[in-house]
């Protein structure tokens, strides 16, 4: 029997961020690492999944592989940056050949080279870690911590097919699952809009919550109004869409008149910091309990 | 019950080569990848550590942060590169404390700064990723190709502390273990030979096994000679020193006649290629089977 963790994830990464931290981590609260070299920017991410508790013992390894990537690369996504490869720290499995086909899927389809990793065996629920290396393509590099007061809150997309995707899947109802199990990175999203924005953040743990740490990095208040948020799923289940993860698209703050070089979709405001970071339809978001997914990323 | 791989590590690291590789992967047969990224090389590593496998439960956890760090820094002094930054993929755990401890230790030593990572939690064993970031001192980057016939053989330090630390800590005898559990990376020994070396790699799973991977890149043979070999152990022990890993000093050649520019011992010769890939006093070793580990770094 393994003993409890005596440190919960946020009690881990505050005690991370004693230590000597690289400028370009960002404080550990943005969405991958900024380092400066060659007169270049280079933009590296590092997620992991573990068996159990990101996806299910069972779980199609090749939608499993194609998340590993897509969730990395969604980071470079929110940085601008284009992928450059991929670092593999993988635990061999009975379907590593499931596995292997999802990662050539991936790869192929976002066109990012294997860079290299390591290969294990251990035993019991497997780990799988993906290392991405990405190359800005503007610079400054946006951040979370860029809004200001007057600026309004845009969301690529449509939020809430991730977590119709799960349902279908947990209850083999034969819907349609593929937002959840093969996410998309907006890479070209990213990159377009990346001149433009004052932040920008991937929307992997739920819109609200993401949207609080976007709101907490930059020392404003976010105002999300539910009326103007592009759902994809029915009227009832808007609420609960708002505090689901995986949806992986962009969420971003633009100056006043300016609009997005892409289609996306202005779901609220950006004022001065009031006494709440966060409010939804004008009603105080007390904190993070309850807003979303609180995986832990200690970036 | 969890189902065996069907597949090994080299058999999987076999199938990875068949996906898109990054130039600068070198073909996952080198200790970490180089990417030309402005006017600059980085080199990047990713190493994993699974309980059970690469540490025991109960293992003080400040040893396997330390190791963790250690063995990823080898992979880049193996490229003479300075290390940039780390990103710990970390899976919580009872004794996160003793871990956080270790790690702070280990960077402080090293002057190595956190850049990101993520951190979850997760049931059963747990396995824990690093990724090391470096900025090559020296191009060409050393690689484990370039070794001429005509070159001599050196490896830094001694060969087997780590081996009888293994066992001082599996028998509880008492004996100093630090070389099993603090291995030191050659940080300042790769920069100042990746000017020299014409090929270059740390020695993680085995002087005897690691050779032969330098031959087998640079298409060589090399001799090794055990009288040369400065051995840290009895000499009934030597055998088995020779095929036993953690010692992370770099094997490296260099041209007839170049001295080293740090204290190296001479082991053997390069010769052009013959039947067998590695020679130890003069008897051809078959392959890699019984020359030390194997643990499938695919890099």
Redesign the interface.
Known sequence: M????????FA??D??RT????P??RG?ADD??V?E????S?V?????M?????FL?GADMADVAWKLVASNLSDLAAKGAEP??V???????????RF?EG??EV??HY?????????????????L?L?A?G?ATHRPVPSRAGAQAGDALFVTGEIGAAMLGFEALRDGSGADSSAYRRPMARLAEGIALAPQVTAMMDVSDGLLLDALRLAEASKVTLSVETALVPFDVPADRRRDALRWGDDYELLFTLPAGIEPAIPATRIGNVDARKKAALLLDAVPMPGPEGLGYR?????
């Open positions: 393994t003993p409890a963790p005596t440190m919960g994830e881990f990464i005690a991370l230590l000597p931290l690289h370009g981590a550990l991958a690492a380092v070299i060659g007169g270049e280079l590296i991410t590092h997620d992991s573990a068996e159990g508790v990101h013992p450059v490869g670092l593999l720290g993988h635990v061999l499995g009975s379907d590593d050949a292997l990662l050539d790869l192929s066109n990012v080279p294997v860079l290299g990793g390591d290969t294990i065996a251990a035993a019991g629920p497997r780990t870690g290392t290396i190359r995986h832990g990323n200690n970036k």
